[in-house]
């Protein structure tokens, strides 16, 4: 008895040690098939010829269309189809960002609903400071801070500093900002600038985010002033300028004459901005240069903008023009036109001009007016919610948070 008790024990023994038996590999039976939109693609076009007919096409592209608008759609953004072994589509995604997932999903009654998913994601508040050694692009690349967050940081200073040609070497940038970022630490995407510092030797503001009782954001110094202005200091990104307000030695017509604006040189097609907020005056070809050989070029393809306070603004030899019609209002920063070589002019630029009471005046010694300040009954909240981004401007407590 006693030996077959022990028998059963080892039995049990040796079973207890045996390797569990693993379980066969799930395979997924779908196909999934995986692409992005090229330059001038539709959705629907990728899709057909992926294979799909015209009329399944037919109905994702409108399924899709109920959750996320198409016409905003750009090139690669990614899509993917799921499908099974006869090639019967069952699920279309669509990824026009590292954040939102839509899908058009077909159930078992071959029935189409439609499904956002949409990834979680953290804040992180990072502090990161730099000197200008060449540019502030490339300040700020080498200290890890992202494209989107250097294009914000730009904008908040863009009424007072033209970044083409202000910064010098030693010019100093000090940020506090927030990155959105994934479960897994990863980076996502760029957050908004709580506050940011550029110095230079004409030029020391902090800039606060803070948004107001009626849900409005601006940028505000210490005192509750608004940092942005009623102009921008150049409405385009440019190459250089290639010909001053005053007087010069015109190419074409061999003359000197006055010249009443700035010449912006930059790319064919480069997007024009409106300088301020305003109404559209002029929308045509205008003339404004002396004739050449009886023949009137002018300024082009030009729009004029009518600002308040007596202003008007003129962009010309434009290549062609944005939505916005004669009589439309226009917001800063509104794309109106593009840049090219329209009317009497050597190569591709904007000609930029501002008038004050129909007198031209010089752009670059703008005498620039501020925005409206934090309302009086709001500055205490405000110098409430700056409190601790201020700790971050004294000497000697700006650690990078991000190390």
Not at 316 to 343: C, F, M, N, P, W
Not at 365 to 375: A, I, M, R, Y
Request: charged share 25%; net charge neutral.
């Amino acid at each position: 008895m006693k030996k077959f008790v022990l028998l059963i024990f080892v039995l049990l023994f040796i079973m207890s040690c045996a390797k569990p038996k693993e379980e066969p590999e799930k395979i997924d039976p779908f196909i999934y098939r995986t692409d992005v939109l090229e330059e001038g693609e539709t959705l629907a076009n990728a899709l057909m010829d992926e294979g799909l007919d015209n009329g399944l096409v037919y109905k994702l592209v409108n399924k899709l269309d109920s959750l996320y608008d198409l016409r905003h759609a750009h090139p690669n953004d990614s899509f993917t189809v799921k499908l099974d072994s006869l090639d019967i589509l069952h699920e279309l995604s669509f990824k026009p960002d590292q954040v939102h997932n839509y899908r058009v999903i077909r159930d078992t009654s071959n029935i189409f609903y439609t499904q956002i998913d949409t990834l979680k994601l953290l804040k992180e508040i990072t502090v990161k400071e730099g000197e200008i050694h060449s540019s502030l692009w490339q300040g700020m690349s080498d200290e890890g801070i992202d494209p989107a967050t250097i294009v914000m940081f730009t904008q908040i200073f863009q009424w007072d500093i033209d970044f083409f040609i202000d910064p010098q070497k030693g010019d100093e940038f000090h940020i506090v900002y927030e990155k959105n970022m994934d479960e897994n630490g990863n980076f996502v995407k760029a957050g908004n600038i709580l506050a940011a510092n550029y110095s230079s030797k004409n030029y020391n503001e902090i800039a606060y985010r803070y948004t107001n009782k009626k849900n409005e954001t601006r940028y505000y110094d210490n005192n509750g002033k608004c940092i942005q202005k009623a102009f921008l200091k150049s409405p385009l990104n440019y190459k250089r300028i290639s010909s001053y307000f005053g007087s010069r030695y015109h190419p074409i017509t061999k003359k000197t004459r006055f010249h009443n604006g700035v010449d912006y040189a930059a790319s064919y097609g480069t997007p024009v901005e409106a300088s301020a907020d305003g109404t559209i005056i002029h929308r045509g070809w205008k003339g404004g240069h002396p004739t050449v050989n009886g023949k009137t070029g002018g300024y082009g393809k030009t729009i004029m903008i009518r600002h308040g306070n007596g202003y008007k603004t003129l962009y010309g030899h434009l290549s062609s023009y944005g939505k916005y019609r004669e009589g439309a209002r226009v917001k800063q920063h509104d794309i109106i036109g593009y840049v090219g070589s329209t009317g009497l002019s050597t190569g591709n630029h904007l000609h930029y001009t501002i008038y004050h009471y129909n007198k031209a005046i010089n752009p670059l010694k703008l005498k620039n007016v501020s925005g409206p300040p934090v309302p009086k009954n709001e500055m205490n909240n405000f110098l409430a919610s700056i409190e601790s981004l201020q700790r971050f401007f004294i000497a000697g407590s700006t650690t990078d948070t991000s190390k």
